[in-house]
Structures are given as C-alpha cells and as structure tokens.
C-alpha cells in the first residue's frame, strides 16, 4: 500500500517565501509611517511665529500616545485577535490596511492644511494636534491589528519549516520601514515641508494595500489545495470563545506579553526621541541626527534573521531573551551616563541596542506558538499586542511630560529658530529600568520552561 504525500504551496520555498516577502513590504510601510514624525521633534517644535508648528514636547508625548487610544481603551486590539481568528488573515488584513490609509490621510491634513497654534479646545491641544492624534490613533489600529495578521500568517505558512527565520526576516523587513523613516525624513522635512515625510508614508501603504490583496490570492489558493480539517494551522479550525481561558491561565504566556511590554517600552519610545537626543546631548546637525538612532532598525535588517536562524536549528530562546535584556540595560545606562558625548560614542551604543533589538524579537515572537494552541494564535498575539501597546502609548506621553517639566536646561539657537534644550539623563535612567524588569520576567521565563516544559531552549526544526 503506498501514501500518496499532497504537496501544497507551502509545501514550496519559492511560494512560503513569496508570501513572507510580500506581507513584510506591507509591513514595512506601515513602521515607517509609525515613526515618520518621530526625527521631527525638534522642528515641530519651532514656534508659529518663526514659521514652525509650535509643538511643545507635551505636545509631542501626546501625540504618540495617541497610538494606544482605541487599540488599549475601546480594546481594538483584542477583537481584532478574535476576529482573526474567526475570518482568517484575508479579510482582517485588508480591513487592517485600510484603516492604516485612512489615519495616515487624516495624520497628513492635520500637519499640512490645519493652521497650527490655536487655543487649545480638548486635552490642552489644539485642532491641529488634535487631528494629528485622532489620525494617528486610527492608523495604529490597523497597523497593530495588521502585525497580528502577518504574524498568523507566517505561523500558518511555516508550520515546520523555518518559522524563527520567517519571523526575524519579517521583523528586519518592518523595522526597515522605521530605519528609512528616521534617515530620510529630517531630510525630506528640512529641504521640502515638514507634511513631506507622512505623504510619502500615505502614498506607500496604498502600495502596501495592493500588496496585501495579491497575497490573499495566493492564500486563497494555499486553502484550496489543502484539507483544511486535517492541517493544523489554516483559519477553518474550530474557535470557540471558551478557549480563550487557556490563554489567559498560562503563565508562561503572561510572562512573554509582560516581557514584550517592558522590553518595548524601552526601545520604541526611546525611538521618539532618540533623534532628540543625539541633537542635544551629542550636538549632532538636525538634518542628520536620524541616521544614528537608523543604525538599530538596519542592524535589525541583517542580525533578527540571524539570531532567529540560530533559534529554529540549536533554541535556546529564554536564553536569548536573557542575553537582550542585558544589553538593553547597558545601552540606557551609558546613554544617560555624562560621559564621550560624541557621535561616535553613540553610534556604538545604538550598534549594542541594535544586538539587543534583534536578539529579543527573534525568540520571543516564535516562541508564542509552543505555548499557545495555533488556533488561537490570532487572539494570543492581539493580547500580546495589546499590553505592548499600554508601553507603545503610555511611555512616550510620560517621556514628554518630563521632558517638558523637568528637563529643559534652557535655549539655544539652531538655523536661525530659538528652540529648547533638554537634559536626557532622567528619560534614559527610565528606560533602564523597564530594561531591569523585562531581565527579570526573561529569568522568571526561563524557569517556568524548565517546570512546564515548553520547549523554548529547544530547536524550531
């Protein structure tokens, strides 16, 4: 008697690789809208009357807050993971696309058509933050409920096969997207309008909407060819609203969101005003202090596929995220110490925080599924998503109000425009410790795989 063995397009490199390629362009331009406006601080804050937005840093922490309003307040994120579940990646990414167009148009009218300055009508902001805020808070529902999306998908296309690397490639793909952001756009600001970087952003996820809709033509063929109530991993398996309980009563699965929620806390908010700081503590020209905090993201581009190559063929993931925390602590440490404040000095440290950027994700992200079932997958990464999201929005609304009441050591002149002068040492000492807490969930980590085990120190492969 001989088995006839169905191969199918996952089945094939060239068609599992194609998808990852084309969900990670889409990705890729949502991250560079998500910091389009973070290397602009400084410029949004010249004043009105000299020609600028007159954004105070307050102004600039709420904004960015603004990222968790409807994903952490009205639970966006959450049904987002359900529904997920329930419809599959086709639909909910492209609902998810659309909602990130639709908040980068309204994000682009506020900087470019509404008058900036004003009284300030809700919150202490004015229309034009405001807009800003409101635009900014819909495209963040899209984007992160579109992560979740792409994150299934891979999970779903690489079942067996080299998901730690797809997952690393992916994010190294994303984070690009934010490394071209903090490049190009000071430039794009400083020689054209401040508006410039957000409508390239907007032209780009209307690419990266087309993108995603020829992937779902192949996805739709991938569940054609398979059975789907024999293989483990297509969006046809049964979801029931009582399964959630089993997320929410693993501890191992608590301890990866916490982890998720300390470690990104002290990176992407630190992302906002990295271009700051290298401006004011290490007196690096406006128009090219994005080009080192851009060092993290493009050393994310070659070292997370690494490092999650590592993960699929010898594991070891608790360790790696153990390794990260360290490092993490580290880099703030030394950013916040007053010590070699020159480029060079910096550029190093954004080089060891680009390690610890790359060695965290790589394991934490392919970890999730030897914990959670694959069907519920979707609505584990929207919880994961979702606490993340309270650091996403939270730390850069607190980074800003410090900023802006305990940290300006006065003015200086830059082209011409009077603009504040910050001290970094508190917001850096700040992202050290949630760099302690998260070494300390990666501990606690590691020994409840040990209890439960998980198999995270195992292979992927």
Request: net charge neutral; hydrophobic share 55%.
């Given at each position: ?45 010249i004043s009105v009357e000299q020609g600028g937005m007159g954004w105070s840093a307050n102004d600039f922490g709420n904004f960015n807050w603004a990222y968790m ?358 917001p850096m000492l700040i992202f050290a410790f949630f760099g302690v807490i998260a070494l300390f969930l990666a501990i606690w980590l590691k020994i409840e795989d ?12």
């Amino acid at each position: 008697m001989t088995t006839t063995i169905k191969q199918t397009l996952r089945d094939s490199k060239v068609a599992r690789w194609t998808a990852l390629i084309i969900v990670s362009f889409t990705m890729m331009w949502g991250y560079f809208l998500t910091d389009a406006m973070s290397p602009l601080m400084d410029m949004l804050g010249i004043s009105v009357e000299q020609g600028g937005m007159g954004w105070s840093a307050n102004d600039f922490g709420n904004f960015n807050w603004a990222y968790m309003w409807f994903n952490v307040f009205l639970f966006m994120l959450i049904f987002g993971g359900i529904i997920l579940d329930k419809i599959g990646v086709r639909l909910t990414g492209i609902v998810s696309c659309l909602f990130m167009v639709i908040g980068a148009g309204i994000k682009y009218y506020a900087v470019e058509y509404i008058q900036p300055g004003g009284e300030a009508i809700f919150m202490g902001l004015n229309q034009q933050v405001l807009t800003a805020c409101l635009g900014y808070a819909i495209f963040a529902v899209g984007t992160e409920n579109c992560g979740i999306t792409v994150t299934k998908v891979i999970a779903k296309w690489f079942a067996g096969h080299e998901m730690a690397l797809a997952m690393g490639i992916q994010v190294a793909v994303a984070r690009l997207g934010t490394a071209l952001a903090l490049a190009v756009g000071p430039v794009l600001a400083k020689n054209f309008e401040v508006s410039t970087p957000l409508l390239l952003a907007l032209v780009l996820l209307i690419v990266g909407l087309l993108s995603y809709i020829v992937f779902c033509v192949m996805d739709s063929r991938l569940d054609q060819q398979e059975d789907t109530s024999s293989v483990v991993g297509t969006d046809d398996e049964t979801f029931k609203m009582g399964d959630l309980t089993l997320i929410l009563r693993s501890k191992g699965f608590w301890l990866i969101a916490l982890l998720c929620l300390c470690f990104y806390s002290a990176v992407f908010p630190f992302l906002k005003y990295a271009t700051s700081l290298m401006i004011n503590k290490y007196q690096v020209d406006p128009a090219l202090a994005g080009t080192l905090p851009a060092i993290l993201p493009f050393g994310n581009l070659l070292m997370t596929p690494i490092f999650g190559g590592i993960y699929d063929r010898y594991g070891k993931g608790a360790t790696i995220m153990v390794i990260g925390s360290v490092l993490l602590i580290v880099v703030h440490v030394l950013f916040a110490m007053p010590i070699l404040n020159y480029w060079w000095f910096a550029a190093i440290i954004m080089v060891v925080l680009g390690i610890a950027f790359s060695l965290v994700p790589s394991a934490m992200w392919p970890s999730v599924p030897k914990i959670i079932p694959l069907r519920l997958l979707g609505s584990a990464y929207a919880l994961i998503f979702w606490v993340q999201n309270i650091g996403l929005g939270g730390v850069p609304l607190l980074i800003g109000y410090i900023l802006s009441e305990y940290c300006i050591t006065g003015t200086v002149v830059r082209d011409g425009n009077a603009v504040a002068q910050y001290d970094y040492t508190l917001p850096m000492l700040i992202f050290a410790f949630f760099g302690v807490i998260a070494l300390f969930l990666a501990i606690w980590l590691k020994i409840e795989d040990r209890k439960k085990g998980y198999g995270l120190e195992k292979p992927n492969m």
